[in-house]
């Protein structure tokens, strides 16, 4: 089974910066895209950031200029670099891939790593 794990999140002073940075292991054949997303307390999970290994990259509108999405092309694990944070990025930030496996092509999902932005 392919599993996802994040890590990275902590709490940080607005203006500060943190790199999240999310893993995938298992039995996998190929990875299409991986990407974060976040979902605040009260509030739908939205798209953050996405990396296809076609070399395409999405933001979402209001982290653009501030938040960089990475990958590591010995290692397979994709960061995003978020800087100049501000309070309303505090929410629980999900890793997601889009993966073939030796059986299927599935998303996943990580367990979710907690942003906290506050003075």
């Known amino acids: 089974q392919v599993q996802l794990v994040e890590s990275g999140g902590g709490l940080v002073q607005p203006g500060g910066s943190l790199r999240l940075s999310c893993a995938a292991s298992?039995?996998?054949?190929?990875?299409?895209?991986m990407g974060w997303y976040r979902q605040a307390p009260g509030t739908q999970r939205e798209l953050v950031a996405t990396f296809t290994y076609g070399g395409t990259t999405n933001y979402e509108e209001s982290v653009k200029g501030r938040f960089t999405i990475s990958r590591d092309n010995a290692k397979n694990p994709v960061y995003l670099q978020m800087n100049s944070l501000k309070p309303e990025d505090t929410a629980v930030y999900y890793c997601?891939?889009?993966?073939?496996?030796?059986?299927?092509?599935?998303?996943?999902w990580g367990q979710g790593t907690q942003v906290t932005v506050s003075s």
């Open positions: 298992g039995r996998i054949f190929i990875i299409y895209a």
């Open positions: 997601n891939a889009d993966i073939m496996s030796t059986i299927r092509r599935a998303d996943y």
